[in-house]
């Protein structure tokens, strides 16, 4: 089942059109990430979803309810981590969660019993201090345990890695992926190794539009090319070698990092490798390195965006 399903949602701020007939879906317990460059429209999905802001058309369900502008009815299943969360930063995290309880009504022992437990899941157990002096991991670790304080179906975290160093950013992850059993995550990012790291499912906003969507591993198989890299041991082997099999691949570019080496993309693998490997031979040329290269998400992401 589907816990959240995006229907041909379009918003426009003026002449400016953010979303143009979005559609996605985010299955049950799984972590969904939700990518798009700076400014694609992700915040304003997600505010759309929340119920805090309203679309021109389109229709949002939760839970297989209705989302109306407005009213926080479905907002019941769903547990939101803005991307800049604000605290009361006087207070000890037990005690700001026991307030966050107190205000949704929850009874005194179940929320202590459970603001231990999610205090816990985000190592912040010990962290008996005001938040006033937390890092910025731990106040979003902060923020996950208080919306996830009551049980949501849907957690949806906005861009909930983006101001954190790497360790920071693998804590966070960490914890999201450990959630997914009890809840469902959907995450925005422009990270694409943060998805890579986690996520089961993706959608790609670009242009107003979803671009693609799906399961990461068949997006992966069905959209992107793999590719071959060659490191020459001089220069005039790799000039010789480019000459030689320019008609070979369709993607042929050079490594930014390493100026002796080159990358070859073509859709069939096998001949791009048997004819690689004949033009080496046949010119006596040694490589340094030759290896077949995976697509990464980030090639698939930088071939839709730069279109
Ligand atoms: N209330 C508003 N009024 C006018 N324009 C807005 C409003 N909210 C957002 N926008 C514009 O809509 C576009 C999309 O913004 P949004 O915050 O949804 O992007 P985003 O994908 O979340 O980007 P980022 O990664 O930078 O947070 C931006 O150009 C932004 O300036």
Do not use: W
Not at 27 to 47: C, D, I, R, W, Y
Not at 264 to 276: G, Y
């Amino acid at each position: 089942m589907n816990i959240l399903e995006v229907n041909e949602v379009s918003k426009a701020f003026g002449k400016q059109v953010i979303l143009d007939g979005v559609n996605f879906h985010v299955p049950e317990h799984s972590v969904f990430g939700f990518l798009g460059q700076n400014g694609a429209g992700k915040t304003t999905t997600m505010k759309i979803i929340l119920g805090l802001l309203q679309a021109d058309q389109g229709v949002v369900m939760v839970n297989g309810e209705r989302v109306t502008y407005g009213q926080t009815k479905t907002n019941r299943y769903i547990g939101y981590l803005p991307d800049v969360p604000e605290f009361y930063g006087y207070m000890k995290p037990l005690e700001y969660l026991a307030l966050c309880g107190e205000i949704t009504g929850m009874k005194k022992n179940e929320c202590k019993l459970r603001t231990e437990e999610l205090l816990d899941l985000v190592g912040l157990e010990k962290a008996n201090k005001k938040i006033a002096g937390f890092s910025r991991g731990m106040k979003q670790r902060l923020g996950i345990a208080q919306a996830l304080l009551s049980e949501p179906k849907l957690l949806v975290c906005d861009e909930p890695t983006s101001a954190l160093d790497p360790i920071g950013r693998k804590e966070i992850l960490d914890i999201l992926y450990k959630v997914k059993d009890k809840t469902t995550v959907m995450f925005s990012t422009h990270i694409l190794s943060d998805v890579e790291r986690i996520c089961d499912n993706i959608a790609l906003i670009h242009q107003g539009k979803i671009q693609m969507q799906g399961d990461l591993v068949t997006i992966k198989t069905n959209h992107a090319k793999e590719g071959i890299e060659i490191e020459f041991s001089k220069i005039e082997d790799l000039k010789r070698f480019q000459k030689e099999a320019k008609d070979l691949a369709n993607v042929f570019k050079g490594k930014e990092d390493s100026p002796l080496a080159i990358e070859l993309k073509a859709s069939n693998m096998n001949e791009l490798s048997k004819v690689s490997l004949q033009i080496l031979a046949q010119n006596d040329i040694v490589p340094v390195k030759f290896m077949c290269v995976k697509p990464t998400l980030e090639d698939l992401f930088m071939e839709i965006v730069k279109e």
